[in-house]
């Protein structure tokens, strides 16, 4: 029986290492992109509020990449993953936000180099906790759904009592 693409892509989710490397491809592109693009935005609107809408925009588009190769699920994500995956996105939203305001009291006017490297360091340090939320939870159950061989159906048999010589097997 040939198999379609799709369950191809559903039956071999990849190992930690491989996900990882995945990770790092996806999501670390979306995160470079979202620096990018927070540094834009913060030039018309305040910095926070830009962090916020770069944040919620990557965090969906990154869940999606995610959901389709980075953990073998080969299909787009659904709701729940995207509200857990939100959940870990608002926390590593925190730890950026947090670092850009430790850096502010220590530098008076960091240079733009500055800012990114420490937005780009604190999201890296997130996104490792962030590995480990979604493979671990957020997308365990699609990734154990996939591997997992269907149970097998088999009629039952009524056993034969058992008899003296089965309880007590002679020596």
Known sequence: MATTRKQHS??????PVAAFARF????????VASSFAVAGLASW??????????????????????????????RHATWRQHVQSAGSAAAAYAVTCLAMVVLQQLVATPGAVLEQVVYLSASALTGIARFAVLRLVVFARSRTQATAP??????????????????????
């Open 10 to 15: 559903e039956q071999s989710a990849p190992g």
């Open 24 to 31: 790092v491809g996806c999501g670390g592109g979306v995160g």
């Open 45 to 74: 609107i305040p910095w926070a509020l830009a962090n916020a809408l770069v944040t919620a925009v990557s965090t969906l588009l990154a869940t999606e990449l995610h959901a389709r190769f980075t953990f073998g699920a080969g």
């Open 150 to 171: 269907a149970p097998a159906v088999r009629p039952v048999r009524a056993a034969a009592p058992a008899g003296p010589a089965e309880l007590c097997p002679a020596a």
